[in-house]
Every structure is written in C-alpha cells, then in structure tokens.
C-alpha cells in the first residue's frame, strides 16, 4: 500500500525557517518524480515544487521560488522542503504527493499545517 | 501563473449528469493534454479522479469522464451520487516551467 507521510509542520513567525519532510512507503520511491502541493485555509490547492526521480529536474511555483528548496533522498525514501523567509501567506496546509505525470498526482498524504503569523 | 477558471458551484440531483468546466489559455490547457481532476472532501486529501484529459487510475468509477476542446476541459459525473458531493479541481501542465496550475475549484452540491 502507497503511504506517504509529512511531518514538520508549525507556528513560525514571519521571516523564519522551516523544513517539511515526507516519508514514503510501498512503492519504488527512487522511479517516481514528487510534488509539494499546498491549501490555505478555506481556499483552494496550490502547487508548490516539483523534483524528478533523480532530482534533475525540479519546479517551483513563483511565490515561492528563491525561497523554498525542494530535495530528496532516494536512500531514505523521504522528500523534503526547506522553506525560508516564511510570509503570513505561506500559511497552509502541505501535502505531498507521488507524480503519474508532471502536474498529475495519484497518492497524497494526509498533509502537515505550517501557521506563519507573530 | 494564473488560475484556471472554474464554475464556483454545481448542483444536480442524485442520478443526473452534471458537467463542470476548466477554461486556461494556449499556454496551459490548450497546449497540452495534461490535464487532470481531483476530488477533495472535506478534511481530506484530494483524490486523483483523471488524468491527461481523459483518463482514470484504477478504482475511480467509470461515471467519471474528462474532454478537452479548445483552452476549455471539461469533468462530466454521471448518475450522481450522494458521495459525490464535494470539491472538484482542475489541473493543467504549463509551458512556463513551473508544478503546474490549479483551477479555483468548484463545489459540487447533489441536491
């Protein structure tokens, strides 16, 4: 069975750092490229990043490119996203999920909430 | 990058069909056939309902199906069911090297 679980999430303040991590399980994580997709409260779904299966060639949306940094390690089966000089709109709930396609997500995890606020 | 456009609400009753659009541009919807539907309940995670415009994973119910014409793709539910009754969004490869873009959304009532 696909699982795929995040962790990391919390308050920050604004200006800060953190890193989300997802751990996955039940299939080849090492042949499947990975996506960071993200929901602010009460809105809809943003994609976020994007990394191939051998990380040569990765996304990123343009809110948050020069600030978040996506990564993987295939030994590990874990996805990553380091997320920099967070802002009051980088407030949301972040999934992670297994690309079919670029832009075409089969299997999600259940997402971790990152709250920027002071 | 902009949205893609979708209907803010749908409504129909248990057993009839209902369609819900996805209007980009040349540079997203038009220009691929990359574009996929997802269905998200409450609190949940979203579910993957088609893929490249017409297609559907294993496990997602045949009265699903998805068309493209034009800068415009479409999600058509037939005999709707009272479990269908969530949030649908749309989702289109683009040509500017980004993840991809999401529709606004559309909120499906099975009235």
């Known amino acids: 069975e696909v699982q795929l679980v995040e962790s990391g999430g919390d308050l920050v303040q604004p200006g800060g750092s953190l890193r989300l991590s997802c751990a996955a399980s039940?299939?080849?994580?090492?042949?499947?490229?990975m996506n960071w997709v993200r929901q602010a409260p009460g809105k809809g779904l943003e994609w976020v990043s994007y990394?191939?299966?051998?990380?040569?060639?990765?996304y990123y949306a343009d809110y948050v490119k020069g600030r978040f940094t996506i990564s993987r390690d295939n030994a590990k089966n874990s996805l990553y996203v380091q997320m920099n000089n967070l802002r009051d709109e980088d407030t949301a709930v972040y999934y992670c999920a297994r690309s079919l396609k670029v832009s075409a997500a089969d299997y999600w995890g259940q997402g971790t909430l990152v709250t920027v606020s002071s | 990058q902009s949205a893609l456009t979708q209907p803010a609400s749908v409504s129909g009753s248990p057993g009839q069909s209902i369609t819900i659009s996805c209007t980009g541009t040349?540079?997203?919807?038009?220009?691929?056939?990359?574009v996929s539907w997802y269905q998200q309940h409450p609190g949940k995670a979203p579910k993957l309902m088609i893929y490249d415009v017409s297609n559907r994973p294993s496990g997602v119910s045949y009265r699903f199906s998805g068309s493209k014409s034009g800068n415009t793709a479409s999600l058509t539910i037939s005999g709707l069911q009272a479990e269908d009754e969530a949030h649908y969004y749309c989702s289109s490869y683009t040509s500017s090297s980004t993840p991809g873009v999401f529709g606004g959304g559309t909120k499906l009532t099975v009235l």
């Open positions: 990394i191939s299966s051998s990380s040569g060639v990765i």
């Open positions: 040349s540079s997203d919807v038009g220009g691929f056939n990359y």
């Open positions: 039940g299939f080849t994580f090492s042949t499947y490229g």
